[in-house]
Structures are given as C-alpha cells and as structure tokens.
C-alpha cells in the first residue's frame, strides 16, 4: 500500500509505532528508514529525536497550511493577478520600529562564503578569511540521507572545534587554525521539502525541522560559548513567500529557546529573500521575526527562477537569456534597493548576493578576466549600501574582501547606519515588477539544457555543489533553466537575438537535448558518460521542461531517485 505525502512524493504507507533501521534508539511514534551507521548514533539520538519530534507535531499543520496558501496564491497568479504590497500590513511598512541590536559577534559580516555540509568544506571555508560561513543543508546540498546525517555531524565537530580531515589523495590532513575562523551560519532546507527517511506518527517529517532541531540540539551550547558571545546559534532560512512562513520560524526558535533554557533572541537568522511575492512582505517578515532577525539577502538566482515561476500563465513576461537577468535589469536593481533601505531602516544586515566564479587555473587571462566582473559586482553592491556578500570559493574571498574593506573601512563593521537609503522609498510595485529586456538565442536555450542535465546528475548521485563552465552552479540555476525552457517551449518564443526568426517548440527543443547530450559526452569523457546519471537526468530534465504543467521545484521530483529505505530490522551496513 502506498500514500501520496503532503510535499508532492510517493511515500511508503507505515504504522505509527517507534522503530526503524537496526540500531537507532528512538521515541514512541518515530520510525528512522535510513541506513544505520555508527557516526550517525551521536546524532540520532533519543533525546534529539524526541525534539524534532516535539517541532514536528506543534507546527506541521501550521506548515501544510502555509503550504495550501502557497498554491491558492499561485492559482491567482495563473488567472492574471500579479504579486504587491499587502494594504492590511500598511501599518507595519510605515511605522518606525526596529529589530534587536545586532549580537557583536556577527556585527561584520563583509564576505560571506558558502557551500554544502562536507568535512573538508567546511573546514576550508571555516579557515577562508571570511567573516561568516553559511553551511548549506538546501541548495548546495542534494539531500541523500549519507549527506544529510554527515553533514550534521560535521557540524558537530566544526562547532567543538575538533574536525580535521585527511584527504588520502593528497596525504594531506585539514583541520580548522586557531583563530579567526568565520562565524558559522547554518542553511536547513524549505518548508516544501520533506525528509523521508525519518517518520514521525507515520508522516515523513518536515526536512528544515530535521535540519534545525539536529542542528540545534547538539550544538546550542558550544555554539554560545565558542562563536556567538552568548547568542546564537544562527541560521539563513530560504524560499519564504511571505511573513505568514516567517512567523513559523520564529515560533519555532521561540520553543528551542525554551526547550534549552536559553534566553529569547538568543537565535539569530537572515532570511533569503528569493521569491517574487517575499519582496512586498520585507518589512512584515522582519517585523515577525524583529527579535529573532539579522539581516536579509539578495538570493538573486534564486528570485528569477521564482519570478519566471509567478509569472508562468502571463506570456507577455517571457524573459531574455537568463545571462542577460542581472542586477543592472529594473526590476533586480530596485530589489536590491528596496531591500537595502528596508534593512537598515530596521537596524540589521543587507546581504548582497552571490559571486558564483571559481578560479581557472589553466587560464591566468581567463582567470583575472573573472575576477574583475567580481569585482565590479562586489563594488556595486558596496556602493549601494549593502553591508556584506557572498562567494562560492575561498579563492574570491580576498578580492571580495578587498573592495568591500577599501569602501566600508576596515574599522567599519557594517553600513546599517551611513547608508540609509531613503531614496529607495518611492520605488514602487511597478518598479519590482517591470519587465526584464533583452534578447532570447538559441545558444541560451542549449546553455540551459546543458547545464540543467549536468547539474541534475551529479545531484543524482549525491552532489549538489557542482562546477559547470568555470562557475559553481546549485539547484537554482538547475531551476532557472528548467522553468525558462518550459516557458519558451509552452509559448513558443521566437529566438530573436539569433536573426532567424526561430520559434521553440518540443520538436527543436528535442534536437537541442540530443545535440547536448553528445557535447557533454564529448566533454565529460565516454567512461563518466556511461557511469553517470546523465542519461536518468536527461528524461527527468526533458519531462520537467515539456510538461503541461510546471512542477513548482525540480527538487521534489528528484527527490523520489535518492530516496532509499532500510525497513526495521535491517541490517547494519
């Protein structure tokens, strides 16, 4: 027998009493389906168990509610309406309130770097000379169950400042300096994704509550005493629509900090704001969150695939090649400066957005090349008032850092209170919503597919931070070029940059997908070819850009392929 589970998968019907793969010790009406391992026992263990459990029950129904709004939200957008300001929350956006004072120990958070919860990445990045780590449980992380449980222990040794790593490759053993390590922030997944390897009353639990109660269960201690000066721990929290979803947070930290004793405001979270509907809901997300806030973040690849997805029933808002979707577009400009202004008028961080480049080895003009287009986006962003950015890869971290320093200052923590930006507050609901210019080619649509198949397989076989092309892509660009295809496909767009006049449709798009799966044979080498997953991510990818309907996440169908159950009584691998 089997059930359909709330986030969009097929899920194993189960009982409701406790039990799981051989070996796990867990509380009445928790079932883990994952595969045992000893190092995953300090992680799951009763106790911590019991806590998600306990977050799991208060808020799932708040969550699928939440989750409900997000459809009847989509289904007005399909009929024609477009996202704006809320006139019931007026009162919040005109008010003059602010959130609580910055913790000292993240005051300055000029570069940011991120990536997947591996060892030796974490320690890397820990050791990069950035002020802040954002390990990743969402975008950079495919979440197999080996990935997910460690990943938290991982960050069990990053924050008791005992991981070390011996790469046997290189015979060489990593392990974190003695000071001056970034500050450690922590990404869980959305709301939408579930963790199906761990059951709670017979229901796959909510992923970003597995992420944050493991998380947090081990580590709020330590946390406290070796990072955040009495604060934290803390946290980034992605693909929110609304306040509605930020309230459940905040809710949610409220009950950890009660289950730990800890004082309320102790955890701390920037929010992603990478969703076309969160941008009229700044100030009301920050106002829910106002004791628990640090900040938000341009997630700006991110909000173009969500742009792209709001509008996908309004053919007149088809967008260019998504190369030419920068920050120097209308609508991507007045995000980042509205976002700026709401910040800082609120008394905490705004983050700029990502600087996804890797260094080319081979290439030294390639190389430099790459670096100024970093540069200049970094020194726009500063310009503008952010008060901080992020990168891909430690080899950015001291250009980044370098302009951000030479404008802000070295003694300078932040730009909260020089750069007000009371300009941005006649930027208006047309502003954010104005059509992106620029053309559409044919190479455009081969770089998508292209690059959307080569992502897709290695998330399939557990990668989810993958360098493609002298970038590091993640699962938003992957959704960038899925919906983009599946809009120029669905409403036939002429390909008017390439001076032919071609329209797309299934059968060019067809062509396309052939042609690129020989370049990337061609590319990747007949042996990786045939051992990878790209022939199993060319028919997920094909289906996801060909179908009558779009899927709202390219992850949740995946997400069925690394899903892998060990019943009760299995035994110990």
Same mark, same amino acid.
């Given at each position: 027998m089997m059930g359909v589970g709330? %986030? /969009? %998968?097929?899920? +194993?019907?189960? !009982?409701?009493?406790?039990?799981?793969?051989?070996?796990?010790?867990? +509380?009445? /009406?928790?079932?883990?389906?994952?595969?045992?391992? *000893?190092?995953?026992?300090?992680?799951?263990?009763? *106790?911590? $168990?019991?806590?998600?459990? *306990?977050? @799991?029950?208060?808020?799932?129904?708040?969550?699928? %509610?939440?989750?409900?709004?997000?459809?009847?939200?989509?289904?007005? %957008?399909?009929?024609?309406?477009?996202?704006?300001?809320? +006139?019931?929350?007026k009162f919040i956006r005109e008010t003059n309130w602010v959130c609580a004072p910055v913790p000292p120990a993240v005051a300055d958070r000029r570069v940011e770097i991120t990536g997947p919860v591996e060892r030796k990445m974490i320690i890397n990045a820990l050791n990069s000379g950035a002020k802040v780590f954002m390990a990743d449980f969402e975008d950079a992380l495919s979440p197999t169950w080996e990935n997910l449980m460690r990943g938290q222990v991982n960050l069990k040794d990053a924050v008791d400042g005992s991981i070390t790593f011996h790469d046997k490759a290189r015979n060489r053993v990593y392990k974190l300096n003695d000071k001056n390590t970034a500050?450690?922030?922590?990404?869980?997944?959305?709301?939408h994704l579930p963790e199906a390897h761990i059951l709670i009353d017979g229901e796959p639990a909510t992923g970003c509550l597995v992420d944050f109660g493991l998380y947090f269960f081990h580590n709020y201690a330590a946390f406290r005493q070796t990072q955040g000066a009495g604060f934290g721990p803390f946290f980034y929290l992605p693909k929110m629509e609304n306040s509605r979803e930020a309230k459940i947070w905040n809710c949610v930290f409220e009950r950890a900090e009660k289950k730990a004793g800890i004082e309320?405001?102790?955890?701390?979270?920037?929010? $992603?704001?990478?969703? $076309?509907?969160?941008?009229? @809901?700044?100030?009301?997300? $920050?106002?829910?969150l106002r004791d628990h806030s640090v900040g938000l973040n341009c997630g700006r690849w991110d909000y173009i695939f969500s742009y792209i997805k709001t509008f996908q029933g309004h053919p007149d808002r088809l967008l260019p090649d998504r190369f030419l979707v920068g920050m120097t577009q209308h609508f991507m400009r007045n995000y980042s400066d509205l976002l700026i202004r709401t910040c800082h008028r609120r008394g905490v961080?705004?983050?700029?957005?990502?600087?996804?480049?890797? +260094?080319?080895?081979?290439d030294p003009a390639a190389n430099e090349a790459a670096l100024d287009l970093v540069r200049k986006d970094k020194l726009r962003e500063v310009k503008a008032g952010h008060d901080g950015t992020w990168a891909a890869h430690p080899g950015l971290i001291p250009a980044c850092m370098e302009v951000f320093t030479n404008n802000m200052g070295s003694n300078t923590p932040n730009q909260i209170q020089s750069m007000r930006r009371e300009d941005a507050s006649s930027i208006t609901e047309e502003d954010l919503l104005e059509r992106p210019r620029g053309v559409r080619t044919l190479e455009g649509l081969r770089l998508n597919t292209r690059v959307g198949i080569q992502y897709l397989a290695a998330w399939l076989t557990g990668t989810g931070s993958v360098p493609l092309y002298n970038l590091m892509e993640d699962a938003a660009?992957? *959704?960038? !070029?899925?919906?983009?295809?599946? @809009?120029?496909?669905k409403y036939g767009v002429e390909l008017d940059g390439d001076g032919l006049g071609v329209r797309v449709g299934n059968e060019l798009f067809g062509r396309v997908v052939e042609e690129e799966m020989q370049r990337i044979e061609r590319e990747v080498g007949k042996e990786k070819f045939k051992k990878g997953m790209y022939k199993e991510a060319c028919k997920l990818f094909t289906r996801q850009c060909t179908a009558q309907t779009l899927d709202d996440f390219l992850t949740l169908d995946a997400y069925n392929h690394i899903v892998m159950h060990h019943p009760r009584g299995s035994s110990r691998l």
């Open positions: 709330t %986030y /969009g %998968y097929t899920a +194993p019907a189960t !009982s409701k009493s406790g039990g799981g793969a051989a070996g796990y010790d867990v +509380p009445e /009406g928790v079932e883990i389906r994952g595969r045992f391992d *000893e190092e995953f026992v300090k992680i799951l263990t009763k *106790e911590a $168990l019991e806590f998600v459990a *306990e977050l @799991q029950r208060e808020f799932r129904n708040r969550i699928k %509610y939440a989750l409900e709004c997000r459809k009847e939200a989509k289904r007005r %957008y399909n009929e024609g309406a477009v996202p704006g300001f809320d +006139p019931a929350t500050k450690l922030f922590v990404r869980p997944r959305g709301w309320r405001g102790s955890i701390r979270a920037t929010v $992603l704001i990478e969703t $076309l509907p969160a941008v009229f @809901q700044m100030d009301e997300i $920050l106002h829910e961080h705004a983050m700029g957005g990502m600087a996804a480049q890797i +260094p080319i080895r081979d660009t992957a *959704e960038i !070029s899925r919906v983009q295809n599946w @809009q120029w496909i």
